[in-house]
């Protein structure tokens, strides 16, 4: 019968032939490979480490790793397991390394790794030279984090727009136009959610998939899958109607502008739980009633 070890047993063989590597790493290692930390052999160690074609791979771990996150973006904007499985899938149905690689180099999408750089990332993700399962696919490219997404970052996102069409010194109406141009094979006068995905990536913007898919939603107010100059004019100019709405009633209430951030101020010290409505907690008119309707 084979003799077995444990993490920490290997952990001082490799001591030995003083190579130092934590306890926490050589679990991480042997649960990647599809080994248990708690007793295993040497030659199943061995075994399973030939299997593991990502080590053969001229790519450090590390590099695998980013380059895989940079496509899990990728492939959610396309659709997750729909672009690769079809729509219904069987859920025993699978993805050949071939077929992952060759989708992700078709013309419609043209990621810009080479084929030995994609292989490489689905040996990474399968250990051994077998197709990923739909629920395997599922668990990689689907199951992302949820982000923050909320009215704050929609804001941010406005105003990251705007500073880009200013810096472009353009409209909105121009940049509309500007983002059309940088649709691959798409001649319709608006955005689809996978079009919006690519202008903004190409754009530089530092969005999540998830945060595109939200302000997709934001835009399409008519639900209809598509953005269209309209909808993209109003969603610009969100923020900066709401502020000028605020600059005109100041101007015409006369109000002191100073003297109401004070008071914000002096409030929200009192109680960091106050909400908004409350900050500006003092004796109002009707004036200063109607500046809080429209913030």
Not at 178 to 199: A, F, M, Q, W
Not at 228 to 251: M, S, T
Not at 268 to 292: A, E
């Amino acid at each position: 019968m084979e003799q077995t070890i444990s993490s920490n047993e290997f952990s001082k063989i490799l001591r030995d032939f003083s190579i130092v590597i934590p306890t926490e790493k050589i679990n991480q290692l042997l649960i990647y490979l599809e080994i248990n930390p708690f007793t295993f052999s040497l030659n199943e160690f061995n075994k399973n480490l030939q299997k593991c074609k990502i080590l053969a791979s001229e790519l450090s771990t590390e590099e695998t790793i980013n380059i895989y996150i940079k496509l899990k973006d990728i492939i959610y904007t396309l659709g997750g397991d729909s672009f690769f499985f079809g729509n219904n899938p069987s859920p025993n149905a699978t993805l050949s390394k071939q077929r992952f690689i060759s989708l992700l180099k078709s013309k419609e999408v043209n990621v810009n790794y080479s084929e030995e750089v994609l292989g490489a990332v689905f040996n990474f993700l399968t250990k051994v030279d077998r197709s990923l399962t739909l629920e395997e696919f599922r668990k990689h490219f689907i199951e992302t984090k949820t982000n923050d997404l909320s009215e704050e970052f929609e804001n941010k996102a406005i105003n990251m727009i705007n500073s880009r069409i200013i810096k472009l010194s353009m409209k909105a109406n121009e940049y509309y136009d500007h983002l059309l141009l940088k649709r691959p094979y798409r001649n319709e006068n608006n955005l689809t959610r996978i079009d919006l995905h690519k202008v903004f990536n190409s754009e530089g913007y530092n969005f999540s998939a998830e945060e595109i898919d939200y302000l997709f939603r934001r835009m399409n107010e008519n639900d209809d899958g598509v953005i269209d100059r309209d909808e993209f004019l109003k969603f610009a100019g969100k923020v900066h109607e709401a502020l000028y709405k605020i600059k005109d009633i100041i101007k015409k209430e006369k109000l002191e502008i100073e003297d109401l951030l004070y008071k914000m101020v002096i409030d929200r010290k009192k109680d960091k739980d106050t909400k908004r409505f409350d900050l500006l907690n003092f004796k109002m008119s009707k004036k200063y009633q109607n500046f809080l309707n429209i913030i």
